[in-house]
């Protein structure tokens, strides 16, 4: 007896040129289980390596910049992939918590996401990976990304 | 353009009854990616859970007994899984750095694991998850245990 196959999938995407590999691996799991493929993309709620560092108008929104810079990329990806625009997800939040919560909503049963390794330069995503190990209900892939 | 197949599974196994959904899980991407699955099973270095229950001959070597018992099981399951002796492997030491160590040794590209969450009874096994996710130069595949 075999494992079911997976069903639906949650890609989380970053859209950084570096995390191709990680779709790509999305991509190729969807088509092997002839799966749904959800993708979300987190806008990190006050993010603090561009407020730091750049004086802003009092009227510019940054995070309205971001996720409308994130819908652009967001329609591409997902045209390229082929998921329709019900399945393509932007929230603004934590990264790791939000996807527990949409992985959850959607039911799905793969998260699939991008992790450094210890020597990874953005711990960021080492930890938000944990956060979603821990956390998920379903299972995980870690896809490593090459420095 | 899509990623390349998954060559060399590395399968950490417990035996435990509840796992074996992970086994099948195993064994159905090493079907669909025509790949070579090496299995493990780490015999922990003083399994605190036996020696404080337990009053034992002086000469009675747990590890041992412990490594006698994997070997059964592990000649069962490598039978029933296809795999050859040689892709067979018990070790002794800390899960989390043995399935790191062998991984990097056989040079695999996916480790697939059980995992708890946050909600599961054994925080060892979340805890090796985390390991191996933080450690592994390969992709991880963390596969939900349900209690």
């Given at each position: 007896m075999n494992a079911a196959a997976y069903e639906h999938l949650l890609l989380a995407v970053d859209?950084?040129?570096?995390t191709e590999l990680v779709v790509r691996r999305a991509q190729q799991l969807k088509g092997q289980f002839e799966a749904r493929l959800s993708l979300l993309h987190v806008v990190e709620h006050l993010p603090m390596s561009y407020s730091g560092d750049l004086v802003l108008p009092?009227?510019?929104?940054l995070e309205q910049e971001l996720v409308d810079v994130a819908k652009k990329q967001m329609a591409a990806l997902g045209k390229r992939l082929g998921v329709s625009a019900e399945d393509r997800h932007i929230e603004i939040g934590s990264t790791g918590r939000t996807i527990l919560r949409l992985a959850a909503e959607l039911n799905v049963d793969l998260v699939v996401l991008g992790s450094h390794g210890?020597?990874?330069?953005?711990?960021l995503v080492g930890s938000t990976a944990r956060t979603v190990l821990n956390g998920a209900g379903c299972d995980v892939l870690a896809v490593r990304i090459k420095e």
């Open positions: 859209f950084a040129p570096e009092d009227d510019f929104d210890r020597h990874g330069l953005a711990a």
